[in-house]
């Protein structure tokens, strides 16, 4: 392996290693003496899904902690077409959700992270649709990418590639390229460009995950036979933890947050299974690793280091980790001067870890400011401490990416603190903070990542460190640390961010969808954000030249940094029906600053930054609507409310528990936010005076909600039944069961061009049995299966209207489908004083 293979392996790992990290790790004596047991384990087994969530957290807890194994996770998505449970972001936003709480997940079952680029694009019904919409060609290459940079010894996949639409489409179709993989990655001649990174490899074996799932029942599960799989028990107690290895996974899967994945631990025996697949045959089923060498004689030159190895860990001192340093020092050098493999990088990363936890040796490098920009200078409080006895000389520190070296020659005495101060220059040419993976328009399917060495990473690249260059008994060690940002929250204790790199300026028109029914003047508002001090610049709004804008400039001044200042422009649309695109441009002299600041922010994970396109998308229609009050209830969190104040409608949010019959008749129409019904414990006892408000003469309008967790069987007033039927197509040819009900004709007529330009999907969980009260308006299917009726049903009730539907309006509202809009209006609009069809077109 030549020098530029070490090197990108290398930078690759402290990506993901490094940088994942928010707050510093503290570890214990249990905690380091296991790691270093896995210091002394060379094996690595790499397991391959298609979303987060996918992971089997049991086996890879399993791997990494009771065997010492490095385990990998290849999650070929980042998760974007799904929902949230947690807030309102969808699609890439989503994504960035997701990327962390697999990153949290795997802190926790001591796993590492890695992506391809291929987009979560939503439900798939069968993998050759999936491999349409994916580039299969550079999705599969991002799997041999992959397998040739982590080496694993060995491969397991979570699904099986043997049954394609029996499961999501993904998740076969992960399988499928796991698969194909497994014989290329050590055919120099397939994608021959990967190679002036990394060298081919091949895995000794592959694995498939399986369960009594797959096979429909435990009891077909129990007959099956089992001669080609290897039984492993996984339910093992850790008795230094104080855990057992299900609660350690159960732990890790609860990060999923946005996806309402808590998991209650389980103690106990439980077996997992794998069945062989690719490769060399087990004949013992004792281990994975069967034939494999996992110790440190498997590379040249390193018996020695085994040796070595091993007197550390029959001499490691629980009540004095410390003793371990010299030993662990003599390991660094020794393996430093191995001939270059694939576990040299790994293991020196490991080893210099596992030295800073013996000495209690603290490095930090805080900035004194969250956010910086380019060709700004970053004041830095550097904290450096040893927390032992063992001498160490703090010999210099460099900041980084501008490789400023600052010569120290410092003594850190035990237990002395010792604080520094450093400016820290940022280049005009530093990237902004942001995921790497969004900072180019990709495609349905694909995200756009044009640096090989970059593809696979999960985290934001962040290029703001500091090394510190440590003495130990002679021996030179670096560090690096990432620059953080700290500060204390009187709740909350000590807070730990990143150091962002932003633009001076940042802008946001603050709605991203605006309808504008006639040619009346419309003020569209733009805040603007100070990325440093004294930002002073003009802003423009630039809109197709049939739509007028008034100022054509505004100029702005903002002393501050951090602060927002918010102007309006008044526009008018042209005559004609039209839909634009407007951008909020920021000028700076001779810069041109058009991105908006996105900023993502949960407890359970780290604070992100996104840059967007200062984007909105302006629709002039002949759209109508009436003057409903409407009462919203939120479910798992959606931007619909506000897409109905566009339409002009008055919306006020309540909550399950604010609903009495006296605060109902303030309103029209009552929805339900998506998946209320999951989500909202409390609903439940307020069914009745729903019903009521309805039966009254007002609308209740119920939007999608997964069938297996309902809170209650009665959703609906009459008898409803939610299946898991959807229309993934978004496409998908619509036809009118009930055409001259008021819904498709009141205040708009409603056309099979309204479901064009849909995003993602059509609709999802749709009723399957409903009662003969309700009249099925649309139907639709994906091709080759049998129409879905359930889309849409209304049913009169009292003197008001029911509707359940499970039409996609959370995606396609804040996307500014026109369709979605004129058609929700109608809903809205549905009064008792309209006749009904009585005519129902059956199935």
Request: net charge neutral; glycine share 6%.
């Amino acid at each position: 392996m030549q020098k530029k293979h070490l090197l990108a392996i290398t930078v690759f790992l402290f990506c993901c290693l490094i940088t994942i990290a928010q707050n510093p790790k503290k570890p214990n004596a249990v905690a380091i003496y296991n790691q270093i047991l896995k210091l002394n384990f060379l094996g690595s087994v790499l397991y391959i899904a298609a979303h987060p969530d996918d992971e089997n957290t049991r086996l890879i807890s399993y791997l990494s902690n009771e065997q010492k194994a490095r385990t990998g996770y290849l999650s070929l998505t980042r998760g974007d077409g799904g929902q949230n449970l947690i807030g309102t972001q969808l699609r890439e936003l989503l994504g960035v959700i997701r990327t962390q709480e697999l990153i949290e997940a795997r802190k926790i079952d001591g796993g590492e992270q890695f992506f391809s680029r291929a987009n979560d694009f939503g439900f798939s019904k069968n993998p050759t649709e999936t491999l349409e919409i994916w580039d299969k060609e550079k999705v599969l290459a991002d799997v041999v990418w992959a397998i040739r940079k982590f080496q694993p010894d060995v491969i397991v996949n979570r699904f099986d590639h043997r049954s394609p639409g029996t499961t999501h489409g993904h998740h076969t179709a992960s399988a499928m390229l796991s698969v194909e993989s497994f014989d290329l990655t050590n055919d120099p001649t397939i994608f021959p460009e990967q190679l002036k990174f990394v060298q081919p490899w091949q895995a000794k074996r592959q694995f498939f995950n399986t369960s009594w799932w797959f096979y429909g029942t435990i009891e077909k599960f129990d007959a099956a036979d089992k001669s080609n799989f290897i039984a492993m028990q996984t339910g093992v107690y850790y008795s230094d933890l104080g855990k057992s290895n299900q609660e350690i996974a159960a732990l890790s899967r609860s990060r999923h947050q946005s996806q309402g994945f808590g998991s209650t631990g389980v103690r106990g025996e439980e077996t997992e299974y794998l069945e062989f697949i690719n490769g060399e045959a087990l004949k013992e089923k004792k281990t994975l690793f069967e034939g494999i060498d996992t110790t440190w004689n498997r590379i040249k030159g390193g018996k020695a280091i085994g040796v070595l190895m091993s007197a550390i860990i029959a001499e490691f001192d629980h009540n004095n980790p410390s003793a371990s340093i010299p030993n662990l020092a003599k390991a660094y050098s020794m393996i430093k001067d191995l001939d270059e493999n694939q576990w040299t990088p790994i293991k020196l990363f490991e080893v210099k870890e596992i030295i800073a936890a013996c000495s209690g040796l603290y490095l930090e490098a805080v900035a004194q400011n969250q956010e910086g920009t380019p060709g700004s200078t970053v004041k830095l409080k550097i904290e450096a401490i040893n927390r032992s006895a063992v001498s160490i000389e703090l010999v210099s520190i460099t900041t980084l990416p501008e490789q400023v070296k600052t010569t120290k020659n410092l003594d850190l005495k035990n237990n002395i603190l010792n604080n520094l101060s450093l400016d820290l220059h940022l280049p005009e040419s530093i990237n902004y903070t942001q995921p790497y993976w969004l900072e180019e328009k990709g495609t349905d399917g694909m995200y756009a990542v044009n640096q090989q060495q970059n593809i696979g990473i999960p985290d934001i690249i962040r290029d703001v460190k500091v090394l510190f260059t440590l003495q130990f008994s002679g021996i030179e060690i670096p560090f690096e640390r990432t620059v953080i940002y700290k500060y204390n929250d009187d709740v909350k204790g000590e807070v730990y961010n990143y150091l962002d790199i932003v633009p001076d300026v940042t802008t946001s028109i603050l709605d991203k969808v605006l309808l504008f029914k006639d040619t009346k003047i419309k003020y569209v508002g733009v805040k603007i954000k100070a990325g440093k001090e004294g930002v002073k610049g003009n802003l423009q709004l630039e809109l197709p030249q049939n739509w007028n804008v008034s100022p054509k400039t505004i100029p702005f001044s903002i002393d501050k940094k951090g602060t927002e200042q918010i102007v309006y422009f008044e526009v008018t649309a042209p005559n004609k029906s039209e839909e634009a695109v407007a951008k909020s441009i920021a000028l700076i002299g001779n810069k041109r600053f058009d991105k908006e600041q996105v900023i993502i922010n949960y407890d359970h994970i780290t604070k992100q930054q996104v840059l967007k396109p200062a984007e909105a998308k302006l629709i002039k229609t002949d759209l109508k609507t009436n003057n409903e009050r409407i009462g919203y209830i939120m479910g798992a969190g959606d931007e619909v409310p506000g897409s109905l104040t566009q339409l002009g409608y008055t919306v006020t949010l309540i909550t399950p528990e604010e609903i009495t019959p006296e605060k109902l008749e303030n309103f029209d129409v009552v929805m339900t936010g998506v998946r209320a019904y999951n989500t909202l414990a409390a609903l439940a006892n307020k069914q009745t005076i729903l019903f009521d408000f309805v039966k009254a003469g007002k609308t209740m309008l119920v939007q999608y909600n997964t069938a297996g967790d309902l809170i209650t069987g009665n959703i609906a007033p009459y008898p409803l039944k939610l299946s898991r039927d959807r229309v993934t197509e978004q496409n998908a040819e619509v036809r009118f069961l009930a055409p001259n009900h008021p819904v498709l004709n009141v205040p708009n007529k409603i056309t099979s061009k309204d479901f064009e330009g849909w995003k993602q999907e059509q609709g999802l969980y749709y009723p399957s049995e409903y009662d003969k009260a309700f009249i099925p308006i649309l139907s639709s299917n994906d091709k080759g299966e049998s129409p879905k009726n359930g889309a849409l049903l209304i049913a009169p009730y009292g003197k008001g209207y029911y509707i359940y539907t499970g039409l996609s309006f959370f995606r396609e509202l804040p996307e500014g489908v026109t369709g979605a809009y004129k058609l929700i209006s109608n809903l809205i609009s549905l009064k008792s004083s309209q006749t009904i069809a009585t005519q129902k077109i059956k199935p």
